[in-house]
């Protein structure tokens, strides 16, 4: 009896969330119908205006094919953020005027405004693209903000921000560099270096103050711009830098002393030699096989004698380089026909031959 | 002259459109690869001018398959960004006859597709 009275009741609830589910349905498909056709308005529109302001020979000329619709759309913020991430787009792909025409015409409409906003969002990935909006359109008026977020607590934010500052000034750009807390990573310096290949650098006496960083990832970085301007002038700092705790200091240092030698650069290397790790060691003897004389072959030869196999490799091509007598060395070390030196010079001997 | 352009952005397109127009030139477009081969098989063009990132077929497919399909003779201008030097190399081993990088001037882009015409005039 109850299961008579409960089929139809199952039937029922059946029926309305079927009819609850296609209403959803047409509701979501009408919904993105509408938001495509707006997209592609959106699409239409800003093209418009964008294809103007490149061709025309200034922002005002340009700014005639701006509509009512256009205008009026201004007002919504997704409609903006659209507009400003189009114009950057544009802004990287042409230079010259039509570049400068960009950027007065993101200037003209405040939307620097809009992405100064961003600087303050709680999300690490807005204020990122802000700071990433302001330094594309080169808007140098917001250094002051954009210098503090050098030092941003996520790594992403100061990344932006470095890249900005450098983008803005050049060399003066890198002032960030006397306060920033954070390690710079690898990448992100390799990204400014990248950014300053053209630069020229207005002062040395920077990159000294630098070397002497608490900051240790500063101190590779200043190394490397010494490095990659040729600075003779910080040697004796660059030295010094071999004394370091930290490897990717010293290695950066050896680098530059690899270079860059002067007449005591192997003698400095030698003396910091056992006071690194085997990477360190082995780059000390791959550099020493570029700048060493007949004077480290003493050196070498003792080094023969490494529990490393890896460093007995290096240690041996960089014999067969200096020594007078070149691969003939082999036949006159004493465990030449010993494991392993016999397989090592083998091994060197062959790829020279090869 | 029959210029082929061939670039996902549509404002990039439109404005490389625009600018070919104002010069005098046909312009055809494309949005994607595959619209570009369809287009160049239709058409016949007298000069491609494709972007290297592109849906469904890349830059690089579309000079080698013009290449291969009886366009030997029509010049292929790439467009490359900042650090895509390895892919033109690879453009040019395919048969492409010049790129350009962005950020680049529409002016610049104008000047030399009127080379291409100042030599197709010539022969």
């Given at each position: 009896m109850k299961e008579f009275y409960l089929f139809p009741v199952i039937i029922y609830t059946l029926l309305i969330l079927l009819f609850l589910v296609t209403v959803l349905i047409m509701y979501f498909t009408i919904h993105r119908e509408e938001s495509d056709l707006n997209k592609i308005a959106w699409r239409h529109s800003v093209g418009v205006v964008i294809v103007g302001v490149v061709f025309s020979e200034g922002v005002e000329e340009g700014c005639e094919a701006m509509t009512y619709e256009f205008e009026r759309r201004l007002n919504k913020k997704g409609y903006k953020n659209y507009l400003i991430d189009e114009l950057i787009k544009s802004k990287r792909a042409f230079s010259g005027s039509s570049a400068n025409s960009l950027k007065l015409l993101y200037e003209r409409l405040n939307l620097d405004i809009d992405s100064f906003a961003k600087l303050h969002h709680a999300k690490w990935h807005i204020r990122a693209k802000g700071i990433q909006e302001l330094g594309i359109m080169e808007q140098t008026k917001y250094r002051k903000e954009i210098f503090w977020l050098a030092?941003?607590?996520?790594e992403l934010v100061r990344n932006e921000a470095q890249c900005a500052m450098v983008s803005f000034f050049g060399w003066s750009g890198l002032s960030f560099l006397n306060a920033i807390e954070h390690q710079m990573s690898q990448w992100h310096q390799v990204q400014l270096l990248d950014k300053l290949s053209d630069v020229k650098p207005d002062a040395f006496e920077d990159i000294r103050e630098w070397m002497e960083s608490t900051n240790e990832s500063v101190i590779v970085f200043a190394v490397k711009l010494a490095t990659l301007y040729k600075c003779h002038e910080v040697y004796q700092g660059v030295v010094k830098c071999l004394q370091s705790p930290n490897s990717q200091v010293k290695i950066s240092a050896l680098e530059y002393l690899r270079l860059m030698p002067q007449e005591d650069t192997s003698d400095h290397m030698i003396d910091n030699y056992y006071a690194g790790d085997t990477g360190y060691k082995l780059a000390v003897i791959t550099a020493l096989k570029d700048i060493g004389s007949e004077k480290e072959i003493p050196f070498l030869v003792k080094e023969l004698d490494d529990q490393d196999n890896d460093i007995k490799v290096a240690v041996a091509n960089s014999l067969s380089t200096l020594h007078p007598l070149g691969n003939g060395f082999f036949e006159t070390y004493p465990f030449a026909k010993t494991k392993p030196w016999k397989e090592i010079f083998f091994q060197i001997t062959n790829k020279k031959i090869a | 002259m029959k210029v082929l352009v061939a670039e996902d952005d549509m404002i990039m397109l439109k404005t490389i459109e625009v600018r070919l127009k104002k010069d005098g030139y046909n312009v055809i477009t494309a949005q994607d690869g595959k619209e570009a081969l369809r287009k160049f098989e239709q058409q016949a063009p007298d000069l491609i001018i494709t972007d290297i990132m592109m849906p469904f077929m890349s830059g690089l497919e579309i000079v080698g398959a013009v290449k291969k399909q009886g366009g030997k003779d029509t010049p292929i201008i790439v467009l490359s960004t900042m650090g895509q030097e390895n892919v033109v190399l690879e453009a040019f081993k395919l048969g492409a006859d010049d790129f350009i990088t962005k950020p680049f001037s529409p002016k610049e882009l104008s000047m030399r597709v009127q080379r291409y015409a100042q030599k197709m005039e010539n022969t």
């Open positions: 030092n941003d607590k996520h | -």
